[in-house]
């Protein structure tokens, strides 16, 4: 397990999430992995990024992540871990693109980005 930072901690520990259209990984068009930013597991492509305007980065496909209810807010939501450390990444929602439908809203301090050098050249 890496080191966390305070906003790192809050959220995939604490289960928080970071102010939208804040975070550091939103406008990331590079192509590469997204990686839990506490263990290092592999959770998401670039290729299945996608714009979905809701202030987090999104995605429409993923790998290694579990799902649980989430009724914390007094509403019913799916939950995102990491599959590996049970970090808290986001939610899931039905209406991200084709032909999924789902839309994994993901805090970017949850995550680590590895660039691919070979597709960025």
């Not at 995939?12 to 997204?34: Q, R, V």
């Not at 299945?48 to 989430?70: C, I, M, Q, R, Y």
């Not at 599959?83 to 809203?105: A, T």
Request: hydrophobic share 25%; proline share 3%.
């Amino acid at each position: 397990m890496k080191k966390l930072t305070t906003e790192q901690k809050h959220i995939l520990i604490d289960k928080g999430t970071e102010a939208p259209g804040t975070g550091k990984l939103l406008h990331n068009k590079e192509k590469g992995i997204y990686q839990c930013a506490q263990c290092g597991t592999e959770l998401f492509s670039s290729d299945t990024k996608f714009d979905s305007g809701s202030g987090w980065p999104s995605f429409h496909d993923a790998k290694n992540v579990g799902l649980n209810e989430d009724t914390s807010l007094g509403m019913e939501r799916i939950e995102v871990v990491c599959k590996k450390c049970g970090g808290h990444l986001g939610h899931l929602f039905d209406d991200g693109p084709k032909p999924s439908g789902k839309r994994y809203c993901v805090n970017s301090g949850a995550l680590e980005f590895k660039k691919d050098t070979i597709k960025n050249k």
